[in-house]
């Protein structure tokens, strides 16, 4: 059973910060990410990170704010957000994929969790 079960979601005011985390059972993933989806809104990506650990990318809008990481011992991925804007406030779903990076389509999903920065 392949499962993706994202936690650390919350309320929080500007300026704060977040960690969410991601557990992955069934088997380990090659590219591991984050997407958001405010109301009314389409998803987006976030962030992603290889099986190493060693590359990453960010969506624009997060860069020099949030750090995607990964710890394949015990199959989990985060996202440390720092210096919360209202703007960040959305359901945050873990995505995964066997593929690289650059052609992952990340078909396997978690449940998603709330974050919302309040002004």
């Known amino acids: 059973q392949v499962q993706l079960v994202e936690s650390g979601g919350g309320l929080v005011q500007a300026g704060g910060s977040l960690r969410l985390s991601c557990a992955a059972s069934?088997?380990?993933?090659?590219?591991m990410g984050w997407f958001r989806q405010a109301p009314g809104k389409e998803r987006e990506f976030v962030a992603a990170?290889?099986?190493?650990?060693?590359?990453?990318s960010y969506a624009n809008s997060v860069k020099g704010r949030f750090t995607i990481s990964r710890d394949n011992a015990r199959n989990t991925v985060y996202l440390q957000m720092n210096s919360l804007k209202p703007e960040d406030t959305a359901v945050y779903y873990c995505?995964?994929?066997?593929?690289?990076?650059?052609?992952?389509?990340?078909?396997?999903w978690g449940q998603g969790t709330q974050v919302t920065v309040s002004s």
């Open positions: 990170i290889t099986r190493s650990g060693g590359s990453t």
């Open positions: 069934g088997r380990t993933f090659s590219t």
């Open positions: 995505a995964a994929d066997p593929r690289p990076l650059v052609v992952a389509r990340y078909d396997t």
